[in-house]
């Protein structure tokens, strides 16, 4: 198992980014990591860095969806992104 830390980077440093999408790309709870970082705003949450979470959030508005059609889309962006 990794450090958590290590999923903090300095997200500056591209290569540290790059380790970090490396070890999420077959991860089979991506969905569910997505789904619990999605509003965070630091680290790297199933391969996506703070800026594209930001930018999802934007391209896909979930705040007047229910809660399970807002789990279902976030997991799916997981999978299919």
Known sequence: MEDLDFMFPD??????????KALCQNCPVKGFCLEIGFNDDFGIWAGFTTAE?????????????????????????????
């Open 11 to 20: 997200e500056t440093n591209p290569m540290l980014v790059s380790k970090c």
């Open 53 to 81: 979470r930001k930018r999802l959030r934007k391209v896909f508005s979930l705040k007047d969806k229910s809660k399970i059609d807002r789990r279902v889309m976030i997991r799916t962006i997981a999978h299919r992104l």
